[in-house]
C-alpha cells in the first residue's frame, strides 16, 4: 500500500487549500476512505471520511468548511479547505478509515498545513 498526501502549504487565516491523496496497492474504490491530522504536541485525529459510495462525514472542528470527495476511477481522494483557521496548522495524512486511529498502522507521506494568524 501506498498513500501519499500532497497540497499543503503556507496560507493566512481565512485562506483556501486543496489536498490530493494518490493511493495504490489497495482495492481503492471500496475502501472508506479518511483524512486524518496531527497538530505538533497532539495526537493524530480523523478530520473527514468518505465512503465507497461517496457518504461522507466530518470532525465538527471542520463541518461546513472542508469538503472530502474520492475518484475511484483514478484512485485520488481530496479534501477541498475553506476558511482556514491557525489551529488547522497540522500534518495531514489520508488512509484507509478505522474508528480506531492506533489500529492503523502504516502511514504514508504526509503534508504540511500552516495557517497563519
Known amino acids: 500500500v501506498q498513500l501519499q498526501a500532497s497540497g499543503g502549504g503556507l496560507v493566512q487565516a481565512g485562506g483556501s487549500l486543496r489536498l490530493s491523496c494518490a493511493a495504490s496497492?489497495?482495492?481503492?474504490?471500496?475502501?472508506?476512505m479518511g483524512w486524518y491530522r496531527q497538530a505538533p504536541g497532539k495526537e493524530r485525529e480523523l478530520v473527514a471520511l468518505?465512503?465507497?459510495?461517496?457518504?461522507?462525514n466530518y470532525a465538527d472542528s471542520v463541518k461546513g468548511r472542508f469538503t472530502i470527495s474520492r475518484d475511484n476511477a483514478i484512485n485520488r481522494m481530496y479534501l477541498q479547505m475553506n476558511s482556514l483557521k491557525p489551529e488547522d496548522t497540522a500534518v495531514y495524512y489520508c488512509?484507509?478509515?478505522?474508528?480506531?486511529?492506533?489500529?492503523?498502522?502504516?502511514w504514508g507521506q504526509g503534508t504540511l498545513v500552516t495557517v497563519s494568524s
Open positions: 468518505i465512503t465507497s459510495g461517496g457518504g461522507t
Open positions: 488512509n484507509t478509515y478505522d474508528p480506531i486511529i492506533r489500529r492503523l498502522t502504516y
Open positions: 496497492g489497495l482495492i481503492f474504490s471500496i475502501n472508506t
